[in-house]
């Protein structure tokens, strides 16, 4: 197996010259999940470093393993030659959503606030705050991390349709319109923000969604 993950390397770095060996590394598990993670395995056995790690974190929840990736992303964030804080609290998220996949709230909840202890106004951690928050239930939370990524320039149609079914759960089913108008304008194919906008129509309020330019039209 491992002659046909070599193979599979060299054919990658033929196609593209230019590419790290972290990208091999991760077209290798997008291509072939056993094999990606045999060689990242390989790799990071070898003293591959974070790069490595952090490629077999990914094959690992490629694999089906959330947990175990979550902590190697934990553990990888303590190493002195993870990066910079940024970086760091981004691993953390990153193992926060991992957690999240594995069905650990609390672990989940756990890992972004170790994020938040690094790097405090790190906007985009907000976003995986409001995920956390959401599967926890816990809806003011996850409303009031929405608001605060959208204020730092972070918005997304996910977060918009958590922080609507956030607020609907809260009983704002005008504001939660709202969201669903947001969400749908950024993609009007996302089919949580249609369910929601479902939901709410059916409490009575009503969601119009203008998705088109009236001058492309004339």
């Not at 070898?46 to 902590?71: E, I, T």
């Not at 938040?116 to 996850?142: C, M, N, S, Y």
């Not at 304008?185 to 009575?204: C, E, H, M």
Request: aromatic letters at 6%; glycine letters at 8%.
């Amino acid at each position: 197996m491992l002659v046909a993950f070599l193979a599979a390397l060299a054919a990658v770095a033929e196609a593209d010259p230019g590419k790290t060996r972290y990208e091999e590394c991760v077209a290798l598990v997008a291509d072939d999940i056993e094999a990606g993670r045999a060689a990242a395995q390989q790799w990071a056995m070898l003293g591959g470093g974070p790069d490595a790690r952090h490629c077999l974190a990914v094959a690992d929840l490629a694999a089906g393993f959330p947990a175990l990736s979550a902590a190697r992303l934990e553990d990888l964030a303590e190493r002195n030659d993870a990066g910079d804080d940024f970086i760091r609290a981004r691993l953390l998220a990153e193992a926060a959503e991992a957690w999240l996949e594995a069905g650990q709230t609390g672990a989940a909840e756990r890992a972004i606030a170790a994020a938040f202890d690094i790097v405090p106004d790190a906007g985009e951690l907000h976003l995986t705050a409001a995920k956390v928050f959401a599967a926890g239930k816990r809806w003011q939370k996850a409303s009031a991390s929405v608001t605060a990524a959208e204020k730092a320039g972070f918005v997304s149609a996910d977060a918009y349709v958590i922080r609507g079914r956030a607020l609907a759960a809260l009983g704002d089913y005008e504001a939660a319109a709202q969201d669903v108008v947001n969400a749908l304008s950024l993609d009007p194919t996302n089919i949580d923000a249609l369910v929601l906008r479902g939901d709410i129509q059916q409490t009575g309020v009503v969601i119009e969604v203008f998705l088109g330019d009236p001058e492309a039209e004339n």
